[in-house]
Structure formats: C-alpha cells, structure tokens
C-alpha cells in the first residue's frame, strides 16, 4: 500500500511563509498538494505533473512546487501568506499517467495523505 505523508503546517502571520513537504513510498507520476477550508471544497493548488509543476490561478505566483531530484518528495513554499490561504493542505498522488485535466479535480487521484493544517491570521 502507498503511503503519503504531509508535514510542515502551522500557525503564522499574514506575510508569512510556510514550507510544507510530502513524501510517498511509492512509485507514482504526479504529485499534488489540495486544500481544503472548513465549509469548503478540496481545491488544487497545484502538482509536479512527471517534471512540470501546474499551479492553480489563486496562488501562481506566491507559490512554488519543487520536488526532490531522484526521490518521491516534493515541496510546496508558500510565500506571503495571507488569512485566505487557512485550510488542511493534503498531498495527493497519481500512480500513473493519466489526462492533464485530472490533476485539477480531487477524484482524479489514487492515495491522499492525512492532511497538515496551515492556518494563517491577520
């Protein structure tokens, strides 16, 4: 069984950064980072698609994907956070490759992490 691990969420102020990780034990193609805030749907904030990171609109530009060379870990540095940027953010993987339109919709995946909570205050 696949397993994903999130880590690197906590309490900050707005401006802030965060650096949040996720590590998965498998082999997979795509690795995405979602979040979700409380009365909300799962959002994509963006995914290393084989070597090419995607990013949603809402964070292009204050957010960055990078993943570690040769290993199942990727990275997401959130710069200037801002109280809207409060949510769970959870990892997501797809174990091989599929359409480029599946990474933006949470059933497009195969194995979520748990989640690392990121809140953000102003």
């Known amino acids: 069984q696949v397993r994903v691990e999130e880590s690197g969420g906590g309490s900050v102020q707005a401006g802030d950064s965060l650096r949040l990780s996720c590590i998965t034990s498998g082999t997979v193609y795509t690795m995405a980072w979602f979040r979700q805030a409380p009365g909300n749907e799962r959002e994509f904030v963006g995914a290393f698609v084989g070597a090419d990171p995607r990013y949603s609109d809402s964070v292009k530009g204050r957010f960055t994907i990078s993943k570690a060379l040769g290993q199942n870990t990727i990275y997401l540095q959130m710069n200037n956070l801002q109280p809207e940027d409060t949510a769970i953010y959870y990892c997501?993987?797809?174990?091989?490759?599929?359409?480029?339109?599946?990474?933006?919709?949470?059933?497009?995946?195969?194995?979520w992490g748990q989640g690392t909570q990121a809140t953000v205050s102003s």
């Open positions: 997501a993987v797809q174990f091989t490759r599929k359409w480029l339109s599946s990474i933006y919709g949470a059933l497009g995946y195969d194995a």
